[in-house]
């Protein structure tokens, strides 16, 4: 990871911005409603994303996690520690809020910090994702 990447995670770490998208995630994670609104969100936002190289990765990677939490809100997945939940959630939280530590509002530069985190986020819970998918993968075979 780059020098840069890793201030700019430190950063979001300490930042409110952070600490209000814990906050959120704790109470969303015990919501199904409200897990599955997220994720509506989510991906009405990645649509406005740009095309290619890593936000083509970053959409793939989220559409995992959506997966993921929507198995989770639905009960039918639960191979996960509920502090990983919140972390998801939470990552996603911060994802979807406009005024962050570098608001979405400046062109492409107002994605870096999602990215970065995201990607922390994915790196950090590969395990977890990978577990995930061959579970997914088994589950859902076509017959």
Known sequence: MSAQNTNILNKIFESVFYRNS???AS???RNSQSLLQLLKNVLNKTQKMGVGGI????RERLVVLG???KAYATGEYRDIELKNVV???ASLVYFLSPIDLLPDIIPVLGFTDDVAFLTFIFRSLGDEIEKFEIWDLNNNKSV
Request: aromatic share 6%; hydrophobic share 55%; no cysteine.
């Open 22 to 24: 814990m906050s959120k």
């Open 27 to 29: 109470r969303i994670s």
């Open 67 to 69: 997966k993921l939490i």
């Open 87 to 89: 972390i998801i959630i």
């Open 55 to 58: 936000f083509d990765e970053i």
